[in-house]
């Protein structure tokens, strides 16, 4: 695996755990009692699409060839 593909891989990660958290925080500043079942299933589901894509990145990651990066990581 190169550098550059790594590091693609690694932004890609970056950028879902912020989608992730800016989901959350959007609802840490509301009054969960007052949300609706419908807003909260969509919550929900928004989160576990982006841990589904992590998820999907980092088994990119680990079946690439991994011994290849050994030593190379920072």
């Known amino acids: 695996m190169s550098q550059d593909l790594l590091e693609e ?3 890609r990660l970056e950028q879902g755990r912020a989608t992730a958290q800016q989901r ?3 609802f840490d500043s509301r009054d969960l009692e007052d ?3 419908d807003s909260l ?3 929900a589901r928004g989160l576990r ?3 589904h894509h992590i998820q ?3 088994e990119e990651l680990l079946t690439s060839e991994i011994p290849a990066l050994r030593g ?3």
């Open 56 to 58: 999907g990145l980092l």
């Open 24 to 26: 959350v925080e959007g």
């Open 9 to 11: 891989i690694v932004q």
């Open 35 to 37: 949300e609706s079942e």
């Open 49 to 51: 699409d982006d841990l």
């Open 41 to 43: 299933r969509d919550l």
């Open 72 to 74: 190379q990581l920072p």
